[in-house]
């Protein structure tokens, strides 16, 4: 499959905001019961139009920052302007910035926000978010679609459209089709962490279409457990594991799940900085999915860009970049789904949390942004993790080779011109040496564990230090290695998307597609 250009920008476009209109505020604590924010939303919205097509894509650990970043990005690249004539760091009389690239969802015709917290954390995880979208109900973080006692569980919005109105129902995700986010549409588990029987009831839902990233743990944590893949073939599911047999599966395969063929860490679809035009991308599952549940009654297709919360994790903003991207690709094929169904397809887009605190502005770059150097980043952290760094601790390669492959893949030179601002300062080179000492040699980096575990959280020590530094090149920055407790957008077209407007809890999601589709 090829690569796809993500959608481009539209004139109009209404800037995104924190709040797109007044809403009531939400009280602290606890959300209202599933039944009588049921009833508050249908008697709001009663008029809207009920669709019959519903996407919900989540960008996982995508918040405004992420979205935004990638729409910089994206117009810096466009701008001839400014790639001809930066400014230098004290000089703010550079070339005049023609602005962002919209992202295609940036111009949906509703733009709400959700708060995230859960029952014990303003920055929450992905189990506990991604139950509030689902199910309308708040948890634990690590939780999935049960309560905090693990005793009571809760029905997905998934599980009642498949129960209540016979929908198709998809299911999609870049990462592990068990892990937490893709999980909250059909499983009910005390902990995030149990994939095993995460994937057995992945297998038990009944769901129509599962692709993406691999099933964690296949054989239980011990290894002894049957094989889920031979336990969802007994089930009655295709199960493909290449792109000629996922291409095989068509609208009369009754039920599917599609392993993507070129999975890379842990298992997951590769970052989209390093997919080849020969991988299938998040955009062609969508598209495949469409045709496996396209019906007259209706269908329900959750994807979620889960590398987009990986590579903020590990502070990779050019990674991050991408994989936004990505997920606009495959935004772009329900949108073009829509153009033929107008009046009944509902698009949302929207994030589980923010990951990492990614900034737009760094202190040593004061108001400047120089966003095109990401292009020179040509490969993830991953990768070069396992490509390269693996490689330097067996061999105990030279500093000076390092820097050379430093050059080549995220374009950080040694010596240069004053004026280019690629070039490594001396106090950058300082910070290169250490960490390569630190991943090849195990030399700390300082005598505080604390200092160590700012400079590098869990990550490999050299290249989070090369991405921190192309990063602050660029003018951009982390602040944490976790998620944090901002607001994430909540961005709707088509049938019934005024009803997102506003700004409101996570469960309110759940809420407000519940009273549009009509389930109980």
């Not at 309308?136 to 809760?154: A, F, L, M, Q, R």
């Not at 129902?169 to 990462?175: A, Q």
């Not at 005390?190 to 099933?215: C, K, M, Q, T, W």
Request: some cysteine; charged content about 20%; overall charge negative.
């Amino acid at each position: 499959m090829m690569k796809r250009l993500f959608a481009g920008a539209l004139a109009g476009v209404t800037i995104l905001g924190l709040a797109a209109c007044a809403a009531p505020a939400v009280q602290r604590g606890a959300a209202e019961t599933e039944k009588t924010a049921a009833m508050t939303e249908t008697a709001v919205y009663g008029a809207a139009k009920n669709p019959k097509y519903v996407f919900l894509f989540i960008g996982d650990g995508m918040s405004y920052p992420q979205i935004q970043s990638t729409s910089d990005y994206l117009g810096a690249l466009q701008d001839a302007d400014y790639r001809q004539a930066q400014p230098s760091l004290d000089d703010n009389q550079g070339a005049k910035l023609d602005g962002p690239e919209y992202l295609n969802f940036m111009n949906f015709e509703a733009a709400g926000s959700a708060v995230t917290y859960d029952s014990n954390s303003f920055a929450p995880d992905s189990a506990s978010t991604a139950t509030s979208i689902a199910t309308g109900y708040k948890t634990y973080s690590g939780s999935i679609n049960v309560d905090e006692t693990g005793s009571k569980k809760y029905e997905t919005i998934a599980e009642k459209l498949k129960e209540q109105k016979g929908w198709e129902i998809g299911v999609i995700s870049s990462v592990n089709l068990n892990h937490a986010t893709p999980a909250a549409f059909y499983a009910h588990q005390a902990s995030r962490n149990d994939y095993y029987e995460i994937g057995l009831e992945l297998v038990a839902s009944g769901f129509d279409y599962f692709a993406g990233g691999g099933l964690l743990k296949p054989t239980g944590a011990d290894g002894h457990q049957k094989d889920l893949y031979t336990l969802a073939e007994e089930a009655g599911y295709t199960v493909a594991r290449t792109n000629a047999e996922a291409s095989a599966i068509n609208a009369s395969t009754d039920q599917a799940i599609l392993i993507d063929e070129d999975l890379a860490d842990s298992d997951a679809m590769a970052y989209e900085i390093d997919r080849t035009s020969d991988m299938w991308s998040l955009a062609d599952y969508v598209e495949k999915g469409i045709e496996v549940l396209n019906n007259s009654k209706g269908f329900f297709l959750m994807c979620e860009g889960g590398k987009i919360d990986w590579a903020c994790h590990a502070n990779d903003a050019a990674s991050t970049i991408h994989d936004t991207q990505a997920l606009a690709d495959a935004v772009q094929v329900a949108v073009d789904f829509a153009k033929k169904h107008p009046s009944d397809t509902l698009i949302l887009v929207t994030g589980d949390h923010e990951t990492g605190g990614l900034t737009i502005g760094y202190a040593g770059t004061d108001y400047d942004t120089y966003l095109d150097l990401l292009e020179n980043q040509k490969i993830s952290f991953a990768k070069f993790d396992s490509d390269y760094v693996a490689k330097y601790k067996t061999e105990k390669t030279p500093f000076a080779d390092v820097l050379r492959d430093v050059e080549k893949l995220f374009g950080l030179k040694a010596s240069g011109a004053q004026s280019d601002k690629l070039v490594l300062t001396d106090y950058e080179m300082q910070q290169l040496k250490t960490a390569y000492e630190k991943s090849v040699n195990g030399t700390a980096a300082s005598p505080y564990d604390q200092e160590e575990s700012i400079l590098y959280g869990t990550y490999e020590p050299l290249s989070v230090t090369i991405t921190h530094i192309i990063n602050n090149k660029s003018g951009v920055s982390f602040t944490s290695y976790s998620h944090t407790g901002l607001p994430v957008a909540v961005l709707a077209e088509g049938a019934g998307a005024d009803t997102f407007n506003g700004y409101y809890d996570n469960t309110q999601i759940y809420t407000k597609l519940a009273a549009l589709v009509g389930v109980r």
